[in-house]
Nanobody, 125 residues
Framework: QVQLVESGGGEVQAGGSLRLSCTASGGIDRIHAMGWYRQGAREEREMVALLLEGGRTVYSESVKGRFTISGNVVDTSYNAERTVFLEMSSLKPDDSDVYFC?????????????WGQGTQVTVSS
């Protein structure tokens, strides 16, 4: 079973920076996308940044130019760990949310999705 372990997050003042990391381990044949979503109370989960197979990155318009996603999603070893990082800078109070790591992958030719437990990011004004 794939496990996603998130770290980072916490509280920072507006204009500050934080770094999130997410490590996936378990049986993974191929990763299509790995990245971060966020969700506040009574809101739909919003895509923040994704690292796609092939190295392309996708960002929400609200974080472009402030957040950077990086990492390794290419390792072809079945039980290898893959880690992505989200560097968040120029943080705003509107960035305060629970951030969830997401993994879209294949195992035995079946497409699956996995979510992390979430990590709280709080930006104070």
């Amino acid at each position: 079973q794939v496990q996603l372990v998130e770290s980072g997050g916490g509280e920072v003042q507006a204009g500050g920076s934080l770094r999130l990391s997410c490590t996936a381990s378990g049986g993974i044949d191929r990763i299509h996308a790995m990245g971060w979503y966020r969700q506040g109370a009574r809101e739909e989960r919003e895509m923040v940044a994704l690292l796609l197979e092939g190295g392309r990155t996708v960002y929400s318009e609200s974080v472009k130019g402030r957040f950077t996603i990086s990492g390794n999603v290419v390792d072809t070893s079945y039980n290898a760990e893959r880690t992505v990082f989200l560097e968040m800078s120029s943080l705003k109070p509107d960035d305060s949310d629970v951030y969830f790591c997401n993994l879209n992958f294949d195992r035995s030719r079946v497409n699956l999705e996995s979510w992390g437990q979430g990590t709280q990011v709080t930006v104070s004004s």
